[in-house]
């Protein structure tokens, strides 16, 4: 192994064993430490010394190691699970996974689930979170549908979100109860926000808007085993890509596909990771050890971890959820919520007792019931305030919203046809700015022929989406693959945008995509 870094969530000990009370607080304050610099989950590796070696420990002293182990995680806190034990020089090197215990909030992440239309990718939500297989005849999908329609067509058209939770020792909370997501909620240490997004290419725009409004630490992209790469599962496959969302490949169907056409389809999905570009490096999860190995590597981006599972059968879903206990969290949470509060609104509902209630992913920040917090900007580039009279997360009445959560505030001082998705609701320490014009860099990722100034692409950003028009351009004309600064001006609105932020700009067949270099 390399060396112990310093910094992050990963410590070495070649064992733990502390002789004072001084030690033992010692080690407590380095096991928080390694916590916090994993947002709440560590990995602990015994029987391995701070140069990476593999020595390993005998049975004496792995008793006495997780003995120390279990006191320390009693002071801070904290609960762990093996996650592997392989043979070292002299004895057994055990991988630990330590989460800080149940704490409010739960540790957040979210998935994005993507893949061509039929995939299986509802099926397999619905399966993840109620806890029950797939009849073949669509029982999984009517569990997490939004709408009817959907259900006639076994087709999913909107963003659609439910929770996976897992407890202090990894086992699903889901897989215990009903489907309920308060309960999942108070029951859980971690959660998993699973976002389904539309796989049909009409729905492109709903898919842009799922993948940047959430913030996304790992991108889910289904593919059946019978039908492969085809439809939009490389334009979903370049869209996480180009956004820098690490990708895990889950096969579905195994079960009713014959195991020749499944092979074809899974090395032609093996050759497409290895493409110029893409450059990543595929791994079959066949046993928890392999699990535990891509779980640990995954921020890193480069490799892509393959599950074959069946939603019917339940062949492979084990494995596929103790990975996902184990994958630990790329977004700061915690870094964030320590900044002014911010949220871009997605939805907006009437509920009667409540009024109106807009809701979305608090990137930044905290929020209290009772706050006075500004909405905006208006067509007219003016923000209005508002009072937030109640919050839900997870459909649980809470008293404050933190960042990483996604959460429904009940609003007032404002009438709702002039509420738009988009419209953000800013905290004090924010600046207040309503932007028309702005400065990227671009990537044009897709072009038939040429972009100049006059193009006029779709800007997907946050929850935002609107007509833009490119008004300068340091390249007299841009193909695909070129790169260059240009100036986008918004035609209908201005929008709140961030200095950095990440979008992307469509229009036809073209895709393309940029980061915010300065507001002007």
Same mark, same amino acid.
């Given at each position: ?50 140069? $990476? ?34 043979? $070292? ?202 699990? #535990? ?60 007792? #409540? ?51 996604? #959460? ?31 400065? #990227? ?80």
């Amino acid at each position: 192994m390399e060396r112990e870094k310093e910094e992050g969530n990963i410590e070495y000990k070649l064992m733990v064993k502390p002789n004072s009370k001084e030690r033992l607080e010692e080690l407590a304050t380095q096991l928080m430490y390694r916590i916090n610099e994993g947002g709440g989950e560590a990995f602990y590796e015994l029987g391995v010394s701070n140069d $990476g070696q593999l020595l390993g420990l005998n049975e004496e002293e792995a008793r006495q190691s997780f003995e120390a182990m279990d006191k320390i995680c009693e002071m801070i806190g904290a609960t762990y699970i093996v996650i592997r034990k392989e043979r $070292g020089k002299r004895g057994d090197v055990y991988e630990l996974l330590v989460r800080r215990s149940r704490d409010v909030p739960p540790i957040m992440m979210n998935l994005v689930l993507l893949g061509n239309v039929d995939a299986g990718k509802s099926t397999l939500k619905g399966v993840l979170v109620t806890g029950k297989l797939d009849d073949g005849n669509g029982s999984a999908m009517s569990a997490v549908a939004r709408y009817p329609h959907e259900l006639r067509m076994r087709r999913s058209s909107s963003v659609s979100i439910h929770i996976l939770g897992f407890d202090d020792k990894g086992n699903s909370v889901n897989d215990s109860i009903p489907y309920n997501e308060p309960e999942i909620y108070m029951k859980s240490s971690k959660l998993v926000n699973l976002i389904d997004l539309a796989g049909h290419f009409r729905y492109l725009k709903t898919t842009l808007r799922g993948v940047l409004g959430s913030l996304p630490d790992y991108a889910l992209l289904v593919v059946g085993a019978n039908a492969g790469i085809i439809g939009s599962f490389k334009e979903h496959l370049g869209i996480a890509i180009a956004l820098g969302i690490p990708v895990v490949i889950v096969m579905t169907k195994i079960d009713a596909t014959p195991r020749e056409v499944a092979m074809k389809n899974l090395r032609d999905v093996i050759k497409i990771l290895k493409l110029p570009g893409i450059n990543r490096i595929p791994i079959i999860v066949r046993e928890l050890n392999d699990a #535990a190995v891509a779980a640990r590597y995954m921020t890193h981006g480069k490799i892509v971890p393959i599950f074959l599972v069946s939603n019917v059968t339940g062949q492979g879903l084990s494995l596929l959820k103790s990975f996902l206990n184990m994958l630990p969290p790329r977004v700061a949470w915690k870094e964030r919520a320590k900044k002014g509060f911010l949220c871009y609104i997605d939805q907006k509902y009437i509920i009667p007792g #409540a009024g109106l209630v807009v809701a979305g992913l608090v990137e930044y920040g905290s929020v209290s019931e009772g706050d006075q917090v500004l909405l905006g900007p208006f067509d007219d580039g003016s923000f209005k305030t508002v009072r937030v009279r109640s919050i839900q997360v997870n459909r649980l009445p809470v008293s404050r919203a933190v960042a990483g959560e996604m #959460a429904g505030f009940a609003i007032t001082g404002v009438d709702q046809e002039d509420v738009r998705r988009g419209m953000v609701l800013l905290g004090s320490g924010r600046e207040v700015r309503a932007t028309w014009k702005f400065k #990227a860099e671009i990537k044009v990722l897709h072009h038939p022929t040429t972009i100049r100034v006059g193009y006029e692409p779709v800007i997907h950003v946050h929850t935002i989406k609107q007509t833009s028009r490119l008004i300068k351009s340091s390249k007299e004309y841009m193909r695909t693959g070129d790169s260059g600064e240009v100036v986008f001006k918004f035609l209908h609105r201005p929008e709140y945008i961030l200095k950095g932020d990440v979008f992307i700009f469509r229009e036809g067949t073209t895709r393309g995509i940029g980061r915010v270099l300065e507001l002007l």
